[in-house]
C-alpha cells in the first residue's frame, strides 16, 4: 500500500472520527496533539480502521502504538 | 398451581439459562411464557428437557399491536404470570451522537420501555390483587455511574426502563408485587455480535476481575430477586459488574 495515500486515508477516519476537519496528520502525530484522543477514541478509531482495510486487532496488536507510525505500521503489517 | 413465569428475550443467553435454572428448581406444575423474535429454535432443548412446561411465542416486541396480540392471548389461556422478567435490547450500536439513529433509537425504545409498560399494565394489576408477583428488568451497568461514550441511544432505553421499574416499585409495594433490576457489566453473549472485538477486550481488561461477566454470573442473583425470600427488596439496581460499577 501506498503510504502517503495510506496516512491520507487515515487522516480522513481520524478527522470523521473528532468532527475536525482541521486534522493533519503525519507519522509522529500522537495522542498529545490531538485533545479528545483517549483510550476510548482510540479504540473507535482502531474500530474504524479496521473496518475500512477489513482488518482484526486484538489489545496485544494494539497496546505499544505509541504515534501514527506506528499505527501505519500495523495497518500495512496486517495488510502485507 | 405454579408459578407462571412471563419471559420476554427468552431466546437469548441470559433468558435460556434462566428458564433452565428456574424450571429445574421450580414443580412440574409451573409454566414459561417464552417470547422471542426469530430465534425461537434457541429454545428447543428446554422444551425438549421441560416437556409441556414451556409456551413458545415469535412476537416482534417492537410491534404495539403484535405487542397485544400477544399479551390477549396470554391472559384468554393461561393463568396470570406469578413472575415477568423483561429481557430484550436491540444490540448496542457505538455511536457517535453526531450519527444518533432517531429511527433505531424508536424501536429499541418500543421493544424496551413500551413493550414493558404494556405488559405491567396488562398483568400487574392482576399481580396486585393476587398480593403477590414478581417483576424483573434487565438493565445496564451503564446506568451506573457515567456511562462511556458513544452509547447514547442504549443508555436512554435503559434508563426509561429503569425509571419505569422505580415507579411500579413504589405503586405496587403495599401489594407484595416487587420490581427490580440487575445491572451488568458487559456481558459475553450472542448480544455482543455488533460490538468490536477491541471494545469486549477493553472491557476485560478494564474490569476488576480481569473478565466480562457470563449468564451464569448474572442468572443466580435474577433467580433470587424472583423467589419468596427477596420479597421485601423492591425498586433496587443490583449491579453485577465485578467491581467495574458500584
Known sequence: MNPEQLLQEVQEIFRDNFDDETIV???QTNAEDIEDWDSLEQINLLTAIEKKYGLKFNLADVRGLQDVGDLLDLVVRLTA | MGNVYFITGASSDVGCLLIDRLLT???KEDIVV????GDLSHLAPLCAKFKGQIRTYDVDLADPAAVNLFLTNV???LPTPTHIVHLPALRVVNTKFKNFDEARFALDMQVQAGA???ICKQFLPKMAKAKNGRVLFMLTSYVLGVPPKNTAA???AKEALHGLAKSL?????ASGVTVNCVAPSMMETKFLTDTPDLIVQAAAEANPMGRNATPADVVPAMAFLLSEEARFITGITLPITGGSAV
Open chain 2, 25 to 27: 428448581a421450580g414443580s
Open chain 1, 25 to 27: 496528520l503525519t507519522r
Open chain 2, 169 to 173: 416499585a413504589a405503586d405496587y409495594a
Open chain 2, 116 to 118: 414493558a409498560t404494556a
Open chain 2, 154 to 156: 442504549y443508555v436512554m
Open chain 2, 34 to 37: 417464552a417470547q422471542g423474535y
Open chain 2, 75 to 77: 391472559q384468554q389461556t
